[in-house]
């Protein structure tokens, strides 16, 4: 009795002390098989002679040769530094501004924040549906513009493959700009106010006493927010898919839509494996060297 | 330099006053410190000088010069900040001649001016560091030599040394005396702390609740406190207040007070206001410092002082090593009285006690104005 009993204390005890592991292991197997195992299935699956099904034959770089010689995968690429560069200075040029102007006591500023913030609760699905209609020339703005009489009007960059990735610029800088804007407004509301009475009777006008003192002295905002923008340009896929599904052609394909069209319409596996790896090289070029700072600064405070 | 006036300032924010009608002149090269328990205007009133905030009413001169409207940096005065305000993102030199780079001061002029400075206060060795790498009395020296370098009217600290430690705090009090005498500016400095006023100031504005409750030298509002909050505030331990009475006792006036069922009779001076007669059969508070109640002595001790003596059962010591300040209850409130440590008795003992009647005061029990 004594002995059955003080079993089932040990048990209860070794259960309590592990209880946070139990909890938290079977999401760490799941992401460890789903997310981890797959990235190693695909990186030898770029390494394989794939097309329509996954085959385990080895085929060496031959995979990568053949993404590289592909005109459509130069285009996607080109598209990439198009749509991210853009949407990243964008972005933060309008987050900057907005959190500038938020900052000035202005009244009704909760109402605005939320409004600026909100197309971030929105999924890049509706946004590019959404903007799809808008800037769809027989639907959206264009037939707007004639049927109020301005019959010169012309916008009809969605349609033209020249101008189609630009539109996609358009409908994310929409969307993340808001959340920009929140991250600038938090740094701005930690700056210490005496900063700026000092700056104003050291007689630095508002521009000056923003772009000269408190923008540089909330810097490391920068980078977290240009860190956020650069994942978001890159792994970028469902946005495109609904705004200009690729097209016109596949004019504005970016890394993402080219992978997915590669692997489930093209029946090219390897060559959409391939494709995966250079984002994910891309990805983890931006994001290693900041967890790297991140967890070395982490290490200096503590 | 110059001086400075307040003609009848107001400020209200909404329908809250937080400053009524406040009448200030100063001197050219006076140190004018603002007083006072937190929330009672003082901050506000030194940004209305600096600019940063607009009067609702009344005049602010600097000299003859009128400045309500003028833009702060046209006022031609330099703030010290609580927090220092240092500009983050810029070194200790370009922190200093930020101020004369908007001006349109040319290079070589800043870097005299810098140099100047930095010699002034002693901060040549840290021109190439970034504020984040100073300590806080460093970060405090770079907030004043950034106010210096501009050469200004007048200088406003707001409680500048209110982030440093208390060794520090002493040095730096010392430090600011010593810069005031040396160049002789004028300065506007806002504290809580009524030591700093009585160290650093030339006058002292003693304010509560957005009114000016005394305005003069630290001596005279230390000895003749215009009400009994000014003599509550300022000096530490602050001065007892004892609920008496004034009676005629055979031809002189005197103040009574209960100690314990006893009566304990203090004959004023003979050259006592005539405002006194008045107040005979009254009930007045009696005022007196913890040094103006001592250990029993004679007027041989302290020429031109009249003691007058009477006994209290001693509550509690608190040896302070110069003085023991000896609790006592008189008429059911703590009394302080500072004795010398070697006359000091223990707790629950009786002890003779002697009044200076030269360091009371009289206040009004309604009004608590000074009688």
């Known amino acids: 009795m004594g002995a059955s009993s003080s079993t089932e204390s040990n048990l209860m005890a070794s259960l309590q002390r592990n209880l946070s592991k139990i909890v938290v292991a079977p999401s760490f197997a799941a992401s460890l098989f789903f997310v981890y195992g797959f990235i190693i299935w695909t990186a030898w699956m770029a390494f394989s002679k794939s097309r329509m099904m996954p085959v385990y034959d080895w085929a060496g770089l031959r995979q990568y040769e053949r993404l590289w010689q592909m005109e459509r995968w130069h285009v996607a690429i080109e598209n990439l530094l198009i749509f991210g560069g853009l949407f990243i200075v964008i972005c933060l040029f309008l987050g900057c501004l907005l959190a500038v102007l938020l900052d000035q006591r202005i009244r009704a500023e909760g109402v605005l924040r939320t409004i600026f913030l909100y197309p971030m609760a929105l999924s890049f699905i509706v946004t590019g549906t959404t903007w799809k209609w808008i800037l769809n020339p027989g639907l959206g703005l264009e037939k707007m513009m004639h049927d109020l009489g301005w019959a010169s009007f012309k916008f009809d960059w969605l349609v033209n493959s020249d101008f189609a990735i630009y539109t996609v610029v358009i409908a994310a800088v929409w969307q993340a700009s808001g959340f920009i804007m929140a991250m600038f407004l938090a740094a701005l509301r930690g700056v210490d106010q005496d900063i700026i009475r000092a700056a104003y009777m050291d007689g630095a006008s508002l521009p000056r006493i923003y772009f000269g003192i408190i923008i540089p002295s909330i810097r490391p905002v920068f980078l977290s927010a240009i860190v956020v923008l650069a994942h978001l340009a890159v792994k970028s896929f469902d946005l495109v898919i609904a705004l200009t599904g690729g097209g016109p052609g596949y004019s504005s394909d970016l890394p993402a839509t080219f992978m997915y069209t590669m692997a489930f319409q093209r029946n090219q596996l390897g060559i959409s494996a391939a494709s995966a790896m250079m984002m994910l090289a891309t990805v983890m070029a931006i994001i290693v060297p900041y967890l790297y700072s991140e967890l070395r600064g982490g290490k200096k405070n503590g | 330099m110059a001086s400075l006036t307040l003609d009848k300032v107001r400020k209200t924010f909404g329908s809250v006053e937080v400053l009524k009608e406040i009448n200030l002149a100063i001197e050219d090269g006076e140190f004018l410190v603002l007083v006072g328990p937190s929330g009672c205007g003082k901050s506000t009133l030194l940004n209305l000088i600096a600019g940063l905030e607009t009067s609702s ?264 090593g110069a003085d023991t300040m000896t609790v006592i209850n008189l008429g059911g409130k703590e009394i302080v009285a500072r004795v010398r440590p070697d006359r000091a008795t223990n707790p629950g003992e009786m002890m003779t006690f002697s009044a200076d009647m030269n360091q009371i005061s009289l206040f009004d029990p309604t009004t608590e104005l000074r009688i």
């Open chain 2, 57 to 320: 009413d009344g005049e602010i001169r600097i000299g003859d010069r009128v400045i309500n409207n003028v833009h702060p940096k046209d006022r031609n005065i330099a703030m010290v900040f609580q927090s220092y305000a240092l500009y983050p993102n810029m070194t200790v030199r370009k922190n200093i001649t930020f101020g004369l780079e908007i001006r349109g001061v040319s290079a070589s002029e800043r870097d005299k001016a810098v140099d100047d400075v930095a010699r002034l206060l002693q901060i040549e060795n840290l021109l190439d560091r970034k504020p984040s790498q100073l300590s806080g009395g460093q970060r405090q020296r770079v907030a004043m030599g950034r106010a210096l370098v501009r050469n200004p009217d007048i200088f406003l600290f707001d409680e500048p040394l209110s982030n440093l430690d208390a060794k520090l705090r002493v040095d730096m009090r010392t430090e600011i005396k010593k810069l005031h005498h040396r160049l002789g500016s004028t300065i506007v400095y806002v504290t809580h702390d009524q030591i700093e006023a009585m160290t650093l100031a030339s006058r002292i504005a003693v304010m509560k609740g957005g009114i000016l409750q005394q305005f003069d030298t630290p001596q005279h509002i230390y000895e003749k406190p215009n009400n009994m909050f000014v003599a509550g505030f300022i000096g530490s331990p602050s001065m007892n207040f004892i609920e008496a009475k004034l009676v005629d006792d055979n031809g002189k006036i005197a103040v009574t007070f209960d100690n314990n069922g006893q009566k304990v009779v203090l004959p004023l001076l003979e050259n006592s206001p005539e405002s006194y007669k008045s107040w005979v059969g009254k009930d007045v508070v009696f005022g007196i410092r913890p040094e103006g109640l001592t250990h029993k002595r004679t007027g041989s001790d302290k020429p031109g002082s009249q003691y007058v003596n009477f006994d209290a059962k001693v509550e509690v010591i608190e040896p302070t």
